[in-house]
């Protein structure tokens, strides 16, 4: 049957120039990065390589870059870290209504040990709002911490605004840019970012390693103690495929930037005019100005999002209800709801992604297999335009 | 690979009685949008017994294969029949649910009640299986909370 | 130039049949586990596959297995989760001075939270006292975490009594085994263990994945928190391929576990005979009773490790000083140093460990070439049996 | 690949001057086992100049190398000179040393040092390069603690 994969936002594969970089790390060039021998050395010589390609991509220093085992180690790090290091100055995070639960989670986590934690509200479009995140800073806020591009959604953050904000008021600012990252331009200098998060299978690497982005000058302690490794900050035996793989995907990313935003936007956006000539009573969600390239949200209306997503399936396309982590848990998104929608409406949500290896004929025979299953489903849904919800 | 079996699958992809009637005897639902599950039910009734059933549901994999079994499966019955069945008899005919879908089956067997509730109701029944029946029972959310 | 692998104990080589079951997850099975399509859920079912097989590995439950980045994750999880768990209980915890810095650190960093530790000493062959071990317990001691089997000397602790130590006094007993998996036997059930830690790569599986055992009954917060994946337990789009490269390589160690101990102490057996007969002035150290399969850890009187370390890396012979992730720190071994050697003993001390693809010919050709070294360099030592230290 | 550069794994493996001589003029050393670090230096002098030089060094690469090129560097040198030179001078010489293992380079100007005060009590000079020099100073660790 034909597959065609529309939910590069919940995961990529993994491209072919990756992992062949990848590949002599497994079995021949496997030392321990620790050791003074020579494999030992020399995969450490490997992993500085692939730190000084995930630099690049961010406009950052070599040395501010620290490995992890993926986005919400990263996050995790961040927020614990910086709640730790600041917790002579102040118990009070900001952050936004719509992060990834690997931030959201981790604020609760604090908030139990008593740290108070601002969740910004965010428009319609599902923009946060500046005034009340700035207006929320108190003399005890400690971190503000707001998403670059949402995974739900898509929507981009006024990123520089957010960093202004934070700097006049003399906190730090930590971003999740794990969407972000290869799907628009990233300066972390001249955007004024403290600390950011990467993943490395959101932008064609391996599962299981990311990076956090630590401003020099800024302390925070280890989340993983241990080992020296990572310039002391972040212990464990580094996962050197994996982390040459990240290399890899950053400097592809970066090499193909433009070339990715035209084309995933051009196919993003011809997805979604067939499908809105196709099909009556759909809304398309987010920020059609401030969005990641390749992400579509859509209500089909009357229809729910699981029940879609399997018929989808059965004809090989792949798409997700809200985040991929919690497709599988069945809670309506958090990040819909915060941008105002009906909680039917949000069970009738469905997140298409389109990515590198997607093409128009793709697009093609998904919508028109949509089209079928919409009308299918809608058949015998209890709800329709004239029994309306 | 699916998240539930090829019977579900079936039920789910070919839904049986799937749609509306004209004139049915008796008309219930159970659910609500908010909740993500809707179902309406029609019967046909004759001497007791429901000779044709049809539903529309709004809802995920498991409530519309329910949907379809429970309406399966009370054609042919007794209204009292009907309702001696539980949403467990409806996941067993359907070779099991993943677990935390088990709930979305309630939501057949409470509209198939409601449905006869209507029909007793018109026709001045007083029947066994509905003794414990509250047609204006609050819908719980029949879904895990995590 | 030969290489000899000697080492195995800071890193091994993926065997080819675990890269060739990851091979697949990079490109096509790249699906994230937590979606509900097709290529997501047989991704997770691949992944429970993996979990079932590391499970068997130790005499789990599937349930109780939960993968995480590594070794040093485990560990930290383990000590921190359950400080944070029994806070309420208590603030006193028990290692042991030969602990793996993952452990150390860890204890070290909730030490300055406020947390007590007590490091229990070991005898001049690396085995705790039991007697000091139970004499420390408090009705404030909430864990006991003694290292299954030592990373520099190989000396395996008497677990089972341990843990029956730790039964006794209604404590949990966490046991960091990342060395003696495969390499010795563990039935977590028999021995009454909580919580393990154990790592992929240090048994042919991949850097950057390992498991935490954590019995059913036990509940620790998560480190890693946001997604719900493992059971919400440790959250993180899972390693797919690597997860399933650490199933692969459980299946291969409890297959193999029999031949591999005895092919592989045979080996260190013969190599420490060879170099006995060959070289004056040596020390073997540790407990050649209770001791990994594959460990030898040898004083070279009067010859400074680095030197030695160095030249044979020239001869392409790999081994270490210490722990892989102290080489590069230059600090002299804290496990040498408990079992009572002297500073200048432990700065002429060499781990070598045998492995799995280790030859006698290249043990005979790693012991010819180290004599030479050590003469070499005795050669011109300031120390020598005559001008001893 | 080695952490080393190539002139200080030259150094290190072929060392210049290693071992020791009959009837040196000046001995002198300087480090500690327990420091993980001792050299031993033998100096023949004529004419207030160093003709020949000798070492022997318990240590890591660095500091068999230092000792290598140090006694290099101080045959056919004054005593003034010799004692002029620091270990920055044998660093630079070496090309560079990694940053943690700089500080194992001041083993040789130290025992170059010890030599030459050896020379000079023993011959009653008085050096202007000795002036600071505490023969009995305490071996400070010269290695980064971390
Ligand atoms: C915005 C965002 N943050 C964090 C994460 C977590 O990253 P990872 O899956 O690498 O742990 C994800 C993806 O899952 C994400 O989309
Ligand atoms: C005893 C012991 N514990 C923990 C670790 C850390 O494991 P990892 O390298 O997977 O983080 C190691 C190895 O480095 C070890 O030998």
Request: charged share 20%.
């Given at each position: 049957m034909?597959?065609?994969?529309?939910?590069?936002?919940?995961?990529?594969?993994?491209?072919?120039?990756?992992?062949?970089?990848?590949?002599?790390?497994?079995?021949?060039?496997?030392?321990?990065?620790?050791?003074?021998?020579?494999?030992?050395?020399?995969?450490?010589?490997?992993?500085?390589?692939?730190?000084?390609?995930?630099?690049?991509?961010?406009?950052?220093e070599d040395r501010e870059i620290y490995f992890t085992s993926g986005g919400t180690e990263a996050d995790n790090w961040a927020v614990i870290g910086a709640a730790r290091a600041k917790k002579s100055k102040g118990n009070h995070i900001i952050t936004s209504a719509i992060e990834h639960h690997a931030l959201l989670n981790t604020c609760q986590y604090l908030e139990k040990e008593g740290y108070e934690v601002t969740y910004v509200s965010v428009d319609s479009k599902g923009r946060i709002n500046l005034d009340e995140l700035e207006k929320s800073i108190t003399d005890k806020t400690i971190l503000i911490s707001i998403m670059f591009a949402n995974n739900e959604v898509g929507t981009i953050q006024p990123i520089k605004e957010i960093s202004e904000i934070a700097k006049r008021n003399g906190i730090w600012f930590h971003t999740d840019a794990v969407q972000a990252l290869g799907n628009t331009p990233i300066d972390v200098k001249a955007l004024g970012i403290d600390m950011m998060s990467m993943s490395a299978h959101?932008?064609?690497?391996?599962?299981?390693?990311?990076?956090?982005?630590?401003?020099?000058?800024?302390?925070?302690?280890?989340l993983l103690s241990g080992g020296s490794q990572e310039n002391k900050r972040r212990a464990g035996t580094e996962n050197v495929a994996g982390i040459v793989g990240f290399g890899k995907a950053a400097e592809l990313a970066e090499a193909n930037l433009e070339e990715h935003i035209k084309k995933v936007s051009d196919l993003r956006n011809y997805f979604i005019e067939k499908i809105k000539s196709n099909l009556e009573d759909i809304d398309i969600n987010g920020d059609m100005e401030n969005r990641l390239p390749g992400n579509i949200n859509i209500t089909f209306n009357y229809v729910e999002g699981e029940a879609l997503l399997l018929y989808m399936d059965t004809k090989g396309i792949s798409a997700s209800t809200g985040s991929a982590c919690s497709s599988a848990s069945f809670t309506p998104s958090h990040v819909l709801h915060a941008l105002g929608m009906p909680l039917e409406k949000i069970y009738s949500s469905i997140r298409f992604t389109v990515g590198d290896f997607t093409t128009k004929d793709d697009i093609d025979y998904a919508v028109e297999e949509i089209v079928k299953i919409v009308n299918k489903l809608r058949s015998f849904s209890a709800f329709s335009k004239e029994r309306s919800w | 690979m699916s998240m539930y079996n090829e019977k579900v699958m079936d039920h789910f992809m070919n839904p049986r009685n799937a749609g509306a009637m004209e004139d049915p005897d008796a008309v219930g639902s159970y659910g609500s949008p908010v909740c993500g599950d809707m179902m309406e039910i029609q019967l046909k009734i004759e001497n007791n017994v429901i000779i044709d059933a049809k539903f529309k549901t709004f809802g995920c994999g498991s409530a519309i294969a329910s949907s379809s079994v429970a309406t399966e499966m009370i054609k042919g019955k007794t209204l009292e029949e009907a309702l001696d069945l539980t949403n467990k008899n409806f996941v067993d005919e359907l070779g099991g649910l993943p677990g935390p879908k088990i709930h979305c089956s309630v939501l057949a067997e409470q509209a198939i009640k409601s449905a006869i509730y209507d029909y007793a109701k018109k026709n001045g029944l007083e029947l066994e299986g509905l003794k414990d029946f509250d047609p204006d029972s609050k819908f719980d959310d029949h879904h895990d909370k995590e």
């Open positions: 034909r597959q065609v994969y529309l939910d590069y936002s919940a995961t990529t594969p993994v491209k072919k120039e990756v992992l062949e970089e990848m590949l002599p790390y497994f079995s021949e060039k496997f030392g321990n990065p620790s050791s003074l021998y020579g494999i030992g050395l020399s995969a450490k010589t490997d992993i500085n390589k692939a730190r000084a390609k995930v630099a690049h991509l961010i406009g950052a959101k932008i064609y690497g391996p599962k299981g390693v990311g990076a956090l982005y630590i401003r020099k000058g800024i302390i925070i302690p280890s | -």
